[in-house]
């Protein structure tokens, strides 16, 4: 197939791209014998309080590493799943796993977990029946998870929106919360925002920036807007990739209530979480008597 293709000397194949598309066709028939296998695993990057610097939620970060112990980045591989379909097993799988954890966090800290899904998943008539299952399953309230919505390719029919808003709502009557992920660039936008219900904002990672910190005004003008839009529509605003306590700082000042990245802490498997929290509550209970 291949030899025939690069036989026929079309102006149109391009031998670069030819090759580009072998290895996605490959990484995609790896991941899809890597499900179900220790190969995918789930980490945790606490989110927290500006104003307190407490530990307040969690984000589920799906970790791919091959036998040989290469990491392929979640970056590279969704939005190949997303193309493929594959998406919609390998998020079962995240769900799935993301609830088992749950149940330890949510019963012993209290503590909720977002996780992210792809706006392809939300497409199928039957997620959300399928999420609350699960959540009832594990015997796990709503309040217990958030729901991460990325985007990466428009909601193309009036169809497509509709099943989407009426499958967030359903989530939403059991206490599930909705975030947008990161708001402010590409599909995320305002229209976004405005079509489906949604309680936190997640400002994209770029907007807390190197100039950010040094204080440009013009970058204070975006977070600014960005925070005073999630008060007026009074949703929850949430700062991601802070590296250094000026970005904190600089964050806590435009009145951003929560935020992750390095600067707090990396994402990490359960069991860290677990001691993370352990640590903090033992903190807050004062010193030993
Ligand atoms: P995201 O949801 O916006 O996740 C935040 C990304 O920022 C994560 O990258 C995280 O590791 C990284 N990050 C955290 N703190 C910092 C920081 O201080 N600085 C910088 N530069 N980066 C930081 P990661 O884990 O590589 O994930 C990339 C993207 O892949 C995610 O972006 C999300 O869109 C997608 N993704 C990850 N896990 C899942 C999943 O289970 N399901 C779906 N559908 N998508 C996922
Ligand atoms: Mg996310
Ligand atoms: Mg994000
Ligand atoms: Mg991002």
Redesign the pocket.
Known sequence: QNARAEGTGLALFDPGEYAQWRANRDLIADLQHAIGTDELDMHY?PIVELETGRIVAA????RWTRADGTPI???RF?PLAEQSGD?TVL?EW?LGRVCTDLAGLWNEHRLPVT????AHQLRGTGFAGRLLDLLADTHLPGEALIV?I?ETVLLTTVTDAATTVSQLQQLREHGIRIAI??FGTGYSSLAYLRELPVDILKMD?SFTSRQLEDGSPREIAFVRTIVELGRSLELCTLA????TEAQAQRLRDLGCHLA????FAR?APVARLHETLTAQRSRAAGPAT
């Open positions: 990057q984000e589920a970060l799906l980045s979640p970056a969704i998406i998020g995240v996780v992210n899904v792809s991460e990325t992920d990161d990672g991601e990739a802070v590296e992750q990245g390095y600067h994402p």
